[in-house]
């Protein structure tokens, strides 16, 4: 899976529907999930096409999911940061499209994970927070402060006061296997956005790395080890 040039158009209409969302101009009622179809770009479901900075998000219900919004959102200049998530895969995060040579890995936060956190939030474009990361509400209040204060932005896969944008995975639809040669092709996903007190639903696609499947005997299917890549900058908790 690799990142993919966001559509300026789609952003456009994604950000408009959100806006006749927030205004009324399109039923819905805060709470309710206004289902819309449509697969989109994974860009357009967030305004300006790229996780907040300068506030949290929350990604709920798939790694992939994540792993393909930091890809998305990293500029080719940011330097991203993860703490606390030990079970997320680097090999999973370079076929997402996500530059390793920028990542910094603190997959044991420690006894002060909230210190941890704050230290990167001073040098790191967007800090996501896994869930051995664990903070107290006042602590994820202060991280929101300071980061708000620095410009970066905040990824949590658990629940976080004040998150600018929530999304849950409720549904995976794959495609692929023996229609795609024996290749896994692409994951939909229906997710639940939230945001300013609305909560609507998208479909997305990410698009699957071409490889042949293993695992094929344990009811699997995984993509083969693609070439090794340069990995990334792993940090000492």
Avoid: K
Avoid at 114 to 121: D, E, P, Q, S
Avoid at 226 to 233: F, I, K, V
């Amino acid at each position: 899976m690799t990142a993919t040039a966001l559509d300026p158009l789609e952003v456009a209409r994604a950000t408009l529907r959100r806006a006749e969302l927030r205004t009324g101009v399109r039923a819905s009622t805060p709470g309710v999930i206004d289902l819309d179809d449509a697969p989109r770009p994974l860009g357009a479901i967030l305004d300006e096409g790229r996780l907040p900075r300068g506030a949290a998000s929350v990604v709920t219900g798939s790694a992939s999911l994540l792993l393909a919004l930091l890809a998305t959102s990293q500029g080719t200049l940011d330097w991203l940061a993860v703490v606390g998530a030990p079970g997320l895969g680097m090999l999973a995060a370079a076929d997402a499209g996500v530059a390793l040579e920028r990542v910094a890995l603190v997959p044991r936060a420690g006894d002060d994970p909230a210190g941890v956190v704050a230290a990167l939030i001073d040098g790191m474009t967007y800090v996501v927070v896994g869930p051995d990361a664990r903070l107290t509400a006042s602590e994820r209040r202060r991280l929101l402060a300071r980061a708000r204060e620095r410009g970066s932005g905040l990824v949590s896969v658990s629940p976080w006061e004040q998150a600018a944008v929530r999304l849950d995975v409720v549904e995976h639809r794959w495609s692929g296997v023996d229609g795609g040669g024996g290749y896994l092709r692409r994951c939909e996903l229906d997710v639940a956005r939230t945001a300013r007190g609305v909560t609507d639903r998208w479909t997305v696609t990410l698009p699957m790395p071409a490889g042949p499947l293993v695992d094929s005997v344990a009811g699997h299917a995984r993509p083969a080890a693609p070439p090794a890549r340069r990995g990334p900058l792993r940090l000492v908790g």
